[in-house]
């Protein structure tokens, strides 16, 4: 017998503002066809300010929670993935906590860019492997408006603000590529490859609160390599081929990437669940947004295989393998 992380629940939660492409090109040197041929982009929400990362983080929570049947109380640890927090400190998990009402546990967030989720994921399901916690949250919380610049079309034109949720639970598992909850994490970094996509400030810096600089390129050539590897390592490690999974649910930074990856594992169309068209990159929200949105739409089914995958600023890279 093993313990399993199993997602009970999950949720999300976007801004009521969209902003299209249309509108984009009334500031910016670019086009709605530009846009939607090299990223499959259509339009993002974009919060207003009361749209905190944890005002969006406690409303996904609440949502997951909800979908669960699951309420606070049933809540031992809170892990927030974001690179956009509200603050140095606290932690934006333990605001999450404090606007839940939650008066038991503990909180914290981690920082792995668009990597957030996946990286949350592993460390929640370690925790609650171990014992340190018998059920978790895990949130990506993103506001990637306040990091952009918004006079750079190469940039401003990818990212949007969000948030999704999943409420995990201990459960009892065999030990075998059938069992319910999280099969696997894998997770990787290249610290040397830091400068092909960064944020050039931070709060800790007063001379600089920073916007995010990208090469676009070098990140594109990177994440096809780094997102097979990873993806194979998934498989491996469960002793599962590709023709087994039936869901793949990856990081929404571009349709061309997620293509790429279909491709790789030879999935239908229809099974891989696509938001960036509607909410482009929202970073460490984008997984579990794509996630709530499948499962709430009676798509992904209790015992489905799902495949996640990431890479995002480090370069950070990761996938999960999780039966529903
Ligand atoms: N509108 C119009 N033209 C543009 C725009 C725009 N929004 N942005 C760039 N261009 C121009 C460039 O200036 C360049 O013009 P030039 O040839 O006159 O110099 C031309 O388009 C080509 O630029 P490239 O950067 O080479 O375009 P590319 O085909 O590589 O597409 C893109 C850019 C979409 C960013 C691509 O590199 C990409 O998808 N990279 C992956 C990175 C990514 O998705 N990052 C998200 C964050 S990381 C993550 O989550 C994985």
Redesign the pocket.
């Known amino acids: 017998m093993v313990i399993r992380s199993q997602i009970i629940g999950a949720g999300g939660y976007l801004p009521a503002r969209v902003v299209t492409n249309d509108e984009l090109a009334k500031q910016?040197?670019?086009?709605d066809a530009?846009?939607q041929e090299?990223?499959g982009i259509r339009q993002r929400h974009i919060a207003a300010p009361e749209e905190t990362a944890a005002f969006m983080g406690a409303a996904a929570a609440r949502s997951a929670l909800r979908e669960a049947g699951a309420g606070v109380d049933d809540v031992d640890a809170i892990v927030l993935a974001t690179t956009t927090p509200d603050q140095a400190f606290p932690a934006t998990a333990v605001r999450v906590q404090a606007l839940l009402g939650m008066k038991r546990g503990f909180a914290f967030d981690v920082s792995a860019?668009?990597s957030g989720f996946i990286y949350a994921l592993a460390v929640a399901d370690a925790m609650l492997r171990a014992g340190t916690a018998r059920s978790a949250l895990v949130i990506g919380s993103e506001v990637y408006s306040r990091i952009l610049d918004w006079s750079d079309?190469?940039?401003?034109?990818?990212?949007g603000d969000g948030a999704g949720a999943v409420y995990l639970r201990a459960g009892k598992g065999e030990g075998l590529g059938t069992d319910r909850g999280v099969l696997s994490t894998h997770l990787h970094s290249q610290g040397e490859l830091g400068d092909i996509?960064y944020v050039d400030g931070a709060v800790g810096r007063r001379d600089r609160p920073g916007t995010l600089v990208?090469n676009?390129?070098e990140?594109?050539r990177h994440?096809v390599v780094r997102l097979a590897e990873a993806v194979d390592e998934a498989l491996l490690a469960n002793g599962l081929d590709r023709g087994q999974v039936d869901w793949l649910v990856p990081?929404q930074?571009?349709m061309?990437?997620i293509e790429a990856m279909r491709r790789k594992i030879a999935l239908r169309p229809e099974q891989v669940v696509v938001t960036v068209d509607r909410h482009a990159?929202t970073?460490a929200a984008s997984i579990p947004l794509a996630l709530a949105e499948a499962v709430g739409d009676g798509r992904i089914r209790s015992g489905d295989l799902v495949l996640m995958e990431?890479?995002?600023?480090g370069l950070t890279w990761g996938s999960a393998l999780v039966r529903l």
């Open positions: 910016l040197d670019t086009s530009w846009i090299r990223t860019a668009c079309r190469s940039t401003a034109v990818l990212f996509l990208m676009g390129r990140v594109f994440a990081h930074a571009n061309r990437i990159n970073s990431a890479l995002g600023g």
